[in-house]
């Protein structure tokens, strides 16, 4: 339906009935939302005051770092891990912040912009799993036997220097600082990406109009305006990383640089009997940061909003490109670049590995096979580690989603304070980091009368919940696209809240809401943060199966399963892509 049409001049329609636009009669749809509501409000608010009760009520038992609360925040390695912690998300975010603005502003502002490509670069990371990422690196760039080591010892040889190691450590402070950059690039490029599409383009416009070049406009005008996005890229990059749990158990410790994540997980599943005191205590100073860090966001924001959403139906306008002249290519190749060093690399250093049989830097090409995929789908654990995340990566994204279309439809259509409350509850999950949410779920579900520990319910209690913010940042951006008016003219006709959603609603939402299910999906099938925690031997996934045979050194097995892993997420994304395109054209 052309804009044209949309906005042709008609007959002018009588005002809807107060009770449709308000949403203030409860029709059956309704009422399953704010059930819906309530029992989200359970998941997330019951597991969070049982952990603090626990930790309040702990003793100390033998064999514990310490025997009280402040006992652990304050002992040497707690206060160590917290500083590697701080150094690597804030040194990392910064980079991951600035990358992500440059691919928004090039895709979004500029003719540098490298067709459907443009909207896959910025998140290529993402397709890899991080712990397979995290893996990839280390069969790269290990000082002894890393593939790419080898190759620039070769390189540096005739050229007379000659190395036993390197010349590249993985192991480091900037092996580990660069890893966390790639992965937490495509959360601060969503933020900003998603301000620049909100943002009034007439301001650029004018200006321009008044004689201002593309720099002061940017500096006078764009990045004032996105003070809120750039506010909640720099949130998101807190709150994944300071829970960020798999590059730091595969690097971080072979480099003898410890963070908070790691010695969290270690407490639950290393120490026997369970350190919960350590982990609880460990935990809540995760949660104290991140809520700091909500607060300081909210300050450094203050009253600037961008405004004026282009809108299905409504007025919205288009951005004008921003001419690069011959910085076009340059800074397309520098895109394509990235793509390289961010994703490509250590994906190939994957398929390497995943040839050999055995990890090593010389590579024997004739020797080559698929024994270690074969592996893959005949050992029992690696077969059902696959098969579940793909599984429950599907149903509870699907889930999530539709959870967030009903949560977004009452948020957005209802007047009054109860609908923000439950917009504030929906998004909570987003302010805590993954690896405190998993443990509040086993104090919560994991003993009597629950006894969930181990098992699949309680993965998809917590997938459901952790990812539930993610889509509702789609829904609510897919349904901000749609007039209002289209919603207020079905009510008009006499069609029920259930029908305006099945019939208007879902049919213009499907290209974001595909989006968003494919993202959700990937974060899912490749989660770690929360299964290092949840999953067991009797529920495996992929990223528990993974963590399991890196300890035993099989090499080969895991470089297939990110592989594997890989694929199917890119092949995932693709397909969404593809149908979103073909509802665009529609």
């Known amino acids: 339906m052309s804009e044209a049409l949309l906005e042709r001049p008609q007959a002018p329609l009588p005002s809807p009935p107060p ?55 304050t002992h040497p390695e707690t206060l160590r891990a917290l500083l590697n912690t701080a150094i690597l998300v804030l040194s990392g975010g910064a980079i991951a912040v600035l990358i992500g603005a440059a691919f928004a502003w090039l895709n979004e502002r500029t003719n540098a912009r490298i067709g459907w490509l443009a909207e896959v670069l910025p998140l290529i990371s993402m397709f890899v799993p991080s712990l397979a990422a995290a893996i990839g690196w280390v069969f ?19 050229l007379g220097i000659s190395l036993d190691e390197g010349p590249l450590n993985i192991y480091s402070w900037y092996g580990l600082i660069w890893t966390y950059a790639v992965f937490l690039v495509p959360f601060a490029y969503l933020a900003i990406a998603n301000g620049l599409q909100s943002l009034d383009p007439s301001l650029e416009e004018a200006s321009r109009t008044a004689g201002a070049g593309p720099a002061r406009t940017f500096f006078r005008i764009t990045l004032p305006s996105l003070k809120p996005a750039l506010g909640s890229s720099i949130m998101l990059v807190v709150v994944m990383g300071m829970a960020l749990f798999s590059i730091p158990v595969i690097i971080g410790t072979r480099a003898g640089i410890e963070v908070l994540p790691v010695l969290i997980v270690q407490d639950v599943t290393q120490s026997y009997p369970v350190d919960e005191l350590s982990a609880l205590s460990r935990s809540a100073i995760l949660l104290a940061i991140v809520l700091l860090a909500g607060f300081l966001q909210r300050r450094f ?24 002249g011959k910085a076009k290519w340059p800074a397309r190749v520098l895109m394509v670049g990235y793509l390289a060093a961010a994703a490509v690399l250590p994906f190939l250093g994957l398929v390497l590995v995943s040839l050999q049989n055995f990890w090593s830097a010389t590579i024997d090409w004739a020797s080559l096979d698929f024994s270690a995929y074969a592996e893959m789908f005949s050992r029992p654990v690696l077969r059902e580690g696959m098969r579940n995340s793909f599984l429950l990566a599907t149903g509870c994204a699907t889930v999530v989603i539709l959870f967030a279309v009903l949560i977004t439809r009452l948020t957005e259509y209802s007047r009054g304070g109860a609908p923000r409350i439950v917009d504030g509850i929906v998004k909570a999950p987003a302010a805590i980091p993954h690896i405190v ?20 319910l309680i993965l998809i209690a917590a997938y459901i919940v952790m990812y539930l913010p993610q889509a509702t940042f789609y829904s609510a951006a897919a349904l901000q696209q749609i007039g209002r008016p289209l919603v207020e003219a079905s009510s008009v006709s006499g069609a029920s809240d259930t029908r305006t ?86």
């Open 19 to 73: 009770v449709r636009r308000g949403l203030r009669r409860l029709s059956p749809l309704t009422v399953v939302t704010w059930l819906l509501a309530a029992l989200l409000a359970f998941f997330i608010a019951y597991p969070l005051v049982q952990a603090l009760l626990g930790l309040i009520g702990l003793d100390a038992v033998p064999g514990q770092t310490a025997d009280s609360p402040w006992g652990v925040i």
């Open 301 to 324: 924001v203050g009253a600037h909003r961008a405004q004026a959403f282009a809108t299905i139906g409504g007025k919205g306008s288009r951005a004008s490109t921003t001419e690069l």
């Open 140 to 158: 790269l760039l290990d000082p002894d036997v890393g593939l790419l080591n080898m190759a620039l010892r070769g390189l540096l040889s005739p």
């Open 437 to 456: 949410f998993a443990l509040a779920l086993i104090a919560a579900f994991g003993g009597p009368p629950f006894g969930w520990t181990g098992t699949a």
């Open 501 to 586: 959603l099945r019939r208007v609603l879902l049919p213009l939402m499907v290209p974001g809401l595909v989006s968003g299910w494919a993202l959700i999906f990937v974060l899912m099938a490749g989660d770690i943060t929360a299964s290092a925690m949840l999953a067991s031997t009797r529920t495996p996934v992929v990223g528990f199966v993974m963590l399991d045979q890196w300890s035993h050194g099989s090499y080969p097995t895991i470089a297939a399963l990110g592989v594997t892993l890989t694929v199917v997420s890119t092949l995932v994304v693709m397909t969404a892509l593809r149908v979103r395109n073909r509802y665009r054209l529609r």
